[in-house]
């Protein structure tokens, strides 16, 4: 989850500055829930969700693929910086992702017919705005009350999807 989780990053930082695509959301969705719905994936198969992350990234944001000061916004994520952060604070950070790939799995259930994308009601949008803003999050270095605003925020939507689903 990992590889996929800081391509989801760059995506997520595409997203803050372009407009999404048609698919935005249904790549944040499947890839964020892949480790749940494939627990067993190959290394070739997390591969591929994290090059369809990528691809999307590229089509929100084009020029990122080639341009040759890169600013950052749309990076993937340094997972050094979670893998060698404070025990407590990496506990934390992986909590809210698990829950994000909880919520993003309540989503994939209900968000998408085999006709498309059906219309969000307001506790699946927040839910769906959340999925962006945890991504987004996660690859901050935060103080200790957003740290813990964020997993209670997202400990409570969670909470939601599974009541609802």
Do not use: W
């Amino acid at each position: 989850m990992d590889r996929i989780f800081s391509s989801l990053v760059g995506l997520a930082g595409a997203c803050n500055n372009n407009p999404k695509t048609n698919l935005t959301d249904q790549i944040v969705i499947e890839a964020l829930s892949f480790p749940l719905r494939f627990p067993d994936a190959t290394a070739e198969e997390i591969e591929a969700v994290k090059q369809k992350v990528l691809q999307e990234k590229f089509r929100i944001s084009p020029t990122c693929a080639t341009c040759e000061h890169p600013c950052g916004n749309t990076s993937d994520y340094d997972l050094t910086k979670l893998t060698t952060a404070p025990k407590e604070e990496q506990a934390k950070k992986r909590q809210v992702l698990l829950n994000i790939q909880h919520i993003a799995l309540s989503l994939q259930n209900d968000f998408f017919t085999e006709a498309g994308k059906k219309e969000l009601d307001s506790s699946a949008q927040e839910k769906l705005a959340f999925l962006y803003k945890g991504i987004a999050y996660l690859s901050y270095e935060l103080s200790e009350n957003s740290l813990n605003q964020l997993v209670a925020d997202s400990i409570k939507l969670l909470e939601e999807a599974t009541t609802e689903g």
